[in-house]
Nanobody, 125 residues
C-alpha cells in the first residue's frame, strides 16, 4: 500500500492550495482517509478526514470553514482544498488511510494504518 501526497508549496496568506493523496495497492472503498500536519517543534495535528463509503467528513476546529476534504473513489485520490491560508497553517502535511473506526475517532493518529510521505506547505505573511 502506498500513499503519495503532493501539491504543497509556498504561498502568501489568504491564498489557496489543493493537496492530493493518491492511494495504490488495494481498493480503498472501505477505508477512511485523513490529513494530518506537523510543524517544526510541534506535535502532529489532525486536520481533516473522510470516509469513502458515506462521504462523511470531520475537521479540526482550526481549519473548519477554510479547508475541504473530498475524494475521488475512481482515482483512489483524496484532496484537501485549503483556502484563506494563514501563516499558522505552515506545516508538513501527511495523508493517511485506515479502516474500522467510528467517525469521531478519525482525528486520532492510531486510527490509521498507512501513511504517506509529507508535502510541505509554507504560508508567508
Amino acid at each position: 500500500v502506498q500513499l503519495q501526497a503532493s501539491g504543497g508549496g509556498l504561498v502568501q496568506a489568504g491564498d489557496s492550495l489543493r493537496l492530493s493523496c493518491a492511494a495504490s495497492g488495494r481498493t480503498f472503498s472501505r477505508y477512511h482517509m485523513g490529513w494530518f500536519r506537523q510543524a517544526p517543534g510541534k506535535e502532529r495535528e489532525f486536520v481533516a478526514a473522510i470516509r469513502w463509503t458515506s462521504g462523511s467528513t470531520l475537521y479540526a476546529d482550526s481549519v473548519k470553514g477554510r479547508f475541504t476534504i473530498s475524494g475521488d473513489s475512481a482515482k483512489n485520490t483524496v484532496y484537501l482544498q485549503m483556502n484563506s491560508l494563514k501563516p499558522e497553517d505552515t506545516s508538513v502535511y501527511y495523508c493517511a488511510a485506515g479502516v474500522g473506526v467510528i467517525l469521531s475517532m478519525m482525528r486520532l493518529g492510531h486510527a490509521y494504518d498507512y501513511w504517506g510521505q509529507g508535502t510541505q506547505v509554507t504560508v508567508s505573511s
